[in-house]
């Protein structure tokens, strides 16, 4: 409907977002350190999945900040930061969802072991 009235196909075709907004996408306390992390993950998350050609594959996509952090290396060094969870979903009434399946298979496809 959206196409045939001449709405943009980004527009018509964009994943839904939570009402609440991206608070709703970081657990526990919302501050602007990890609102920032959330949008930047998001970006990228979203970006990644476009590039692939795999955005109108699946319904609903996006980033969500833990409030636990990880350890890992950057240069040299340890380094603790926050945990991000990518989420990726197929379904056809936004009542029930199912992982989706095309998404992981080119994560596990770009794997380097």
Not at 100 to 110: E, F, G, W
């Amino acid at each position: 409907m959206g196409t045939l009235l001449g709405i943009p196909e980004e527009l018509v075709w964009r994943h839904p977002f939570p009402g609440p907004g991206i608070g709703i996408r970081i657990l526990g306390a919302v501050t602007p350190e990890l609102v920032e992390i959330a949008r930047r993950a998001d970006h990228i998350f979203i970006s990644e999945i476009r590039s692939a050609g795999l955005y109108r594959k699946i319904s609903q996509a996006f980033a969500a900040v833990i409030d636990r952090k990880a350890v890992g290396v950057m240069g040299d060094q340890r380094t603790y930061e926050y945990v991000v969870a990518l989420r990726a979903v197929t379904t056809v009434d936004f009542m029930t969802a199912d992982v989706s399946t095309v998404l992981i298979n080119v994560l596990i496809s770009d794997l380097r072991v």
